[in-house]
């Protein structure tokens, strides 16, 4: 776990590659990192019709709300609360 946490993109990396990573702690095997191919995968979702194509390319935008405007700068608070 400590290595995985410590260098988490070598080990991205190696499942891309095709490699299976076993993540162990103290020895026990957790987990497994293998790597997917997610084009394919999209693919499959969207044939099930787990996943649908979005109607629009837009993205959709916040309103109605506007945005809460702090009194003092964050930071302030922080090193307030750290005294």
Known sequence: MTDLHADLSHWLDRARK?????????GVPVA??????????????T??????????QDRPQASG??????RRPVSEIITEHRH
């Open 65 to 70: 709300y506007t945005r809460p405007q702090p």
């Open 47 to 56: 044939e099930s019709g787990v996943l649908s194509r979005p109607v629009s």
């Open 18 to 26: 095709g490699d299976e990573v076993i993540v162990t702690e103290r």
């Open 32 to 45: 497994r990192i293998v790597g997917v191919d997610s084009a394919s995968t999209i693919e499959a979702l």
